[in-house]
C-alpha cells in the first residue's frame, strides 16, 4: 500500500508516456455496490442509551449501481444493473468514456475484482486507462466513502416493494449526489492521486450536466445474461435461483415465487438447470425440459457435503450448483407422469404389505405360560 501511493505519480506518468504523452489526464475512481430490499443499516446519532428503532426487509431483490467520480471536475457516470459481471463492467466504461473532457484520457482507478480484469471480454474504449489497486486496500478508493455517504442519507432504512423501485431510488441518490459539487471535491479528492508531468484536465462538460437521467443509465430486468447453469432450491411457495457464467462466478442469486418461475425460464437462453431430487424437481424438470433446457437432478445425500455454513435457501441452491460443476457428479434421470404414478403405487403397496405384516405377527409379551 505504501509502495503504491509513494510510487503512484511516477508509474502513472510512465504508462503514459508511450502513447498518451502530452495530453490532459483525468483521475477516476470507480466502484459498484449492491442495493437491495435487505440491504445494511447505518449507523445514526441519537440519545445516549437510547435504542432507535429501524426498518428492514427480508426479501432478496437486488440492483447493482456501477459508480465514478471525477473530484477534479466533480462529474460522475454510473449505470445500474441487476448483476455484476463483465457485460455491465463494459456498459460502465462506455458511460464513463462519454464523460470524460474532449481531448482528454481517463485513468480509471478501481479495485481487482474480476470483472475489472483488462483483456478477455472486457473492452476498455480508447480514452480509459484502468489502475488496479493493491489487494485489501478498500479505503484507497473514494467510491467506498460514496458509498457510505449514500447509505447514510438516502439508501438506508427504507422498503422497496421491487426492482423497479430499487432501480428508482438508485437513479435519484445518483442524481441528488452529482448536483453537489464540492461534495464529490470533498468526499472524492486524494492527495496522493495527482499526475506528474501531466495536466490535470478541468475543462470538460460542467457538472450540472449530470443532473440529466441519461447519465444514469437504466438497465432493465431483461438485460441478456448468458448463464452456463441454473440452480434451483425449491420449496413449496418461494423458489431459490443461483446462475454461473462460463467461468463459474455466481451472476444471478434470486428468489422467485410458484407462479413466476415457468415464465422466468421461457424467456432465458438453453442452459443447464439443476436441481436436488424429489418428487416436484420432477415435475419442474419437465417444465425445463420442455422449454429446451437441460436438466439434472442431484440426489440430496450428494449436494449436502456442498452447504457452507448455515443451512438456506441461498446456500443451498449455491450447494447445488457447486455440485452440479464435479465433472463425476452422477444425477437421477427425470422421470415422466407415468412413471411417478407407478413409483407411487408401488410406494403405496410397499407400505400397506408392512402395515399388514406388522398386524398378523403376535405382540411381544401378550402370551402368559399357562404352566
Known amino acids: ?168 431510488a438508485c437513479a435519484s441518490a445518483w442524481n441528488w449526489f452529482m448536483g453537489e459539487p464540492e461534495r464529490i471535491r470533498s468526499i472524492g479528492a486524494r492527495d496522493w492521486a495527482t499526475v506528474s508531468g501531466h495536466t490535470v484536465c478541468w475543462g470538460g462538460r460542467p457538472h450540472g450536466i449530470a443532473w440529466h437521467s441519461w447519465v444514469v443509465d437504466r438497465q432493465p430486468r431483461t438485460v441478456p445474461m448468458k448463464y452456463k447453469r441454473i440452480a434451483i432450491d425449491t420449496s413449496k411457495h418461494v423458489f431459490t435461483l443461483h446462475g454461473v457464467d462460463e467461468r463459474d462466478h455466481p451472476v444471478l442469486r434470486h428468489d422467485l415465487r410458484c407462479g413466476q418461475v415457468e415464465a422466468f425460464f421461457a424467456k432465458q437462453e438453453p442452459t443447464e438447470v439443476v436441481q436436488e431430487a424429489c418428487g416436484g424437481s420432477h415435475h419442474w424438470g419437465r417444465v425445463s425440459t420442455r422449454l429446451g433446457h437441460r436438466v439434472r437432478l442431484i440426489s440430496a445425500q450428494y449436494v449436502k457435503p456442498f452447504v457452507k455454513r448455515a443451512k438456506n435457501d441461498r446456500n443451498d441452491a449455491e450447494a447445488i450448483s457447486e455440485a452440479a460443476s464435479r465433472p463425476t457428479m452422477r444425477s437421477v434421470a427425470v422421470k415422466s407422469v407415468e412413471q411417478q404414478s407407478a413409483a407411487i403405487i408401488l410406494k403405496h403397496r410397499e407400505m400397506l404389505v408392512k402395515q399388514q405384516t406388522r398386524r398378523s405377527m403376535p405382540c411381544a409379551g401378550t402370551r402368559r405360560n399357562s404352566a
Request: proline residues 6%.
Open 1 to 168: 500500500r505504501r509502495v503504491f501511493l509513494r510510487n503512484f505519480p511516477s508509474s502513472l506518468k510512465d504508462l503514459l508516456l508511450t502513447t498518451w504523452s502530452g495530453v490532459p489526464v483525468e483521475i477516476w475512481f470507480q466502484d459498484e455496490a449492491r442495493v437491495g430490499q435487505k440491504g445494511s443499516l447505518s449507523y445514526i446519532w441519537a440519545k445516549k442509551g437510547s435504542c432507535p428503532v429501524m426498518v428492514r426487509d427480508n426479501r432478496h431483490d437486488t440492483a447493482y449501481l456501477f459508480g465514478a467520480i471525477c473530484p477534479a471536475r466533480a462529474v460522475g457516470a454510473a449505470v445500474i444493473t441487476p448483476a455484476v459481471n463483465t457485460e455491465c463492467m463494459n456498459l460502465h466504461l462506455a458511460e464513463i468514456s462519454t464523460q470524460v473532457a474532449p481531448g482528454a484520457m481517463a485513468a480509471v482507478i478501481c479495485d481487482g475484482a474480476g470483472w475489472h480484469k483488462a483483456g478477455g471480454a472486457l473492452r476498455v474504449p480508447g480514452n480509459l486507462l484502468l489502475i488496479p489497486l493493491p489487494a485489501y486496500s478498500p479505503e484507497l478508493n473514494s467510491m467506498e466513502n460514496v458509498w457510505e455517504y449514500l447509505r447514510a442519507n438516502r439508501l438506508s432504512f427504507r422498503v422497496w416493494e421491487d426492482y423497479d423501485a430499487i432501480v428508482e
